[in-house]
């Protein structure tokens, strides 16, 4: 995935980014329709013949790159409107995608290969958009993303992409390199991000969002836990009262004080919810 270095944005499609996002997600949410199809179509013709068929590799292809041009809008990467094609040649975010030979058993089992990623991305995903509205006020300040943020944000960019291609067969190699490439001296820089090269703070905050969204994500399932424990072990009051106290209650007869200072001594004090 190429980028660009990070450069000014303008303040007021930073301020507005999220509704200017609202048109490519309606047109995302057809596509993915769409792609949803026809990856399984492709999944049953790869398992075949070891290779996705040209027609299904160029639509998941162009599906892939677009996606990848809106999520990179979305997480502040580039300040450019994404525009409503697969092919965008003059745009800033460029995805180079060559879909060859599978293996047919990892086509196989693709869905259990992808767990480990999977959580990865979702965990990565999840820390960074609860940071967003932090990150979203430093641009909207600042007019430019911070090189340390920018680094740590194309990097789970990248790796979300990577994912996606394994996910749609449009690549045999797995998942990798989530704190960037090795520097190597003899060659060229493409982009700002080929190769990726983090720095200790851009790595170091890759490992925040993991960590943030980690532990995010045990906190509300302990607090669902909670909850669902609370409400099942909550006794009703139909269980506290007593089989006379229910029929003398429905037919309207008032039981005596001293055998209602009783019962509620046995009883106990009523529970408050939690």
Not at 26 to 37: D, H, K, N
Not at 65 to 90: K, N
Not at 150 to 156: C, I, K, S
Not at 229 to 240: C, G, L, M, R, V
Request: proline content about 9%.
């Amino acid at each position: 995935m190429d980028l660009p270095e990070p450069g000014r944005q303008r303040r007021w499609t930073v301020l507005l980014r999220w509704l200017l996002l609202i048109p490519q997600y309606i047109a995302l949410l057809f596509l993915w329709v769409a792609a949803s199809v026809v990856l399984v179509v492709g999944w049953f013709a790869a398992l075949i013949t070891g290779r996705l068929p040209e027609p299904i590799a160029s639509f998941l292809t162009g599906y892939l790159v677009y996606s990848t041009r809106v999520t990179a809008y979305a997480m502040l990467l580039v300040d450019a409107y994404p525009p409503f094609a697969f092919l965008a040649p003059d745009y800033p975010v460029q995805v180079e995608v060559h879909p060859g030979k599978l293996n047919r058993l990892a086509v196989l089992f693709r869905i259990i290969l992808l767990i480990p990623a999977t959580v990865v991305v979702e965990l990565l995903i999840f820390g960074w958009y609860v940071l967003s509205p932090i990150f979203w006020l430093m641009v909207l300040i600042r007019g430019r993303m911070p090189r340390t943020l920018f680094e740590a944000t194309a990097a789970t960019a990248r790796y979300d992409m990577r994912l996606y291609a394994y996910l749609m067969m449009l690549t045999a190699a797995y998942p990798k390199r989530l704190f960037g490439d090795a520097p190597a001296p003899s060659e060229q820089p493409g982009s700002a991000t080929r190769p990726l090269l983090l720095s200790d703070a851009g790595k170091a905050l890759v490992v925040c969002f993991l960590v943030l969204g980690a532990a995010l994500l045990i906190f509300n399932n302990f607090i669902s836990a909670t909850n669902n424990t609370s409400t099942t072990s909550q006794p009703s009051a139909a269980s506290q009262a007593s089989p006379s106290e229910g029929v003398m209650t429905r037919l309207g007869v008032r039981q005596p004080v001293r055998q209602q200072q009783r019962t509620t001594t046995a009883v106990g004090p009523p529970r408050l919810p939690l």
